[in-house]
């Protein structure tokens, strides 16, 4: 057996995804682990005085500490957060269209920062960790963004869009870090951080 077969098949833990997000059960399938799904229920509030990645490791770590039950010694809980963030501002998930557009007309023709913290929750220890990625947008017509919001409908996605759909084709010039942070888990670390816990 293949050294890196021999780590996902002895890896010591079950994973408990705690997320209902299909991307990052998609990301975290790809890294070769088999794991059962759990999402957590918390609401996305934090205090205000948080900025930038602060955000998303305390929200990360609030999913971890509302899961519903205790662990046992043989489980490992992955929860995670991400967020967008541009001129001191912070772009969750819209409510709605108009919130959608707003949002796009904003981050479009900038650079705007994506921070994604993921929490490794164990009976007997916890590990926070966070990736940043650097996007780049051209400015977007009242049409792009009509057209987008229409069809895609993106509205459970931080910053109002998806960096695996239309508007990340179209509309992204260049990206500084990892896609995948972009995208919901930063699978580099995320695979680092397995190996080491």
């Known amino acids: 057996m293949n050294p890196i077969e021999k780590k996902l098949h002895g890896f010591p833990y079950k994973i408990i995804l705690g997320s209902a997000s299909p991307r990052r059960q998609e990301l975290l399938k790809s890294l070769g682990f088999s794991f059962e799904v759990s999402p957590t229920h918390t609401g996305e509030n ?70 994604t ?10 590990v926070l960790f966070y990736d940043t990625s650097r996007v780049y947008f051209k400015s977007f017509s009242n049409d792009e963004i009509a057209f987008y919001l229409h ?12 960096v695996q759909d239309w508007l990340g084709y179209t509309g992204i010039e260049k990206i500084e870090g990892s896609f995948y942070n972009v995208m919901g888990l930063p699978l580099k670390k995320l695979w680092d951080e397995l190996m080491k816990f």
């Open 46 to 115: 934090f205090p205000e005085n948080l900025k930038a990645q602060d955000i998303p490791l305390f929200l990360a770590k609030k999913k971890a500490d509302a899961f519903e039950r205790e662990l046992t010694s043989g489980e490992l809980l992955i929860t995670s957060d991400t967020v967008v963030w541009c001129d001191e501002k912070i772009y969750n998930k819209p409510a709605d269209f108009t919130e959608a557009s707003q949002m796009l007309k904003e981050l479009g023709g900038k650079m705007h920062e994506v921070f």
């Open 117 to 126: 913290a993921v929490c490794l929750t164990s009976k007997n220890k916890q």
């Open 151 to 162: 069809n895609y409908r993106p509205y459970d996605k931080a910053g109002a869009y998806g």
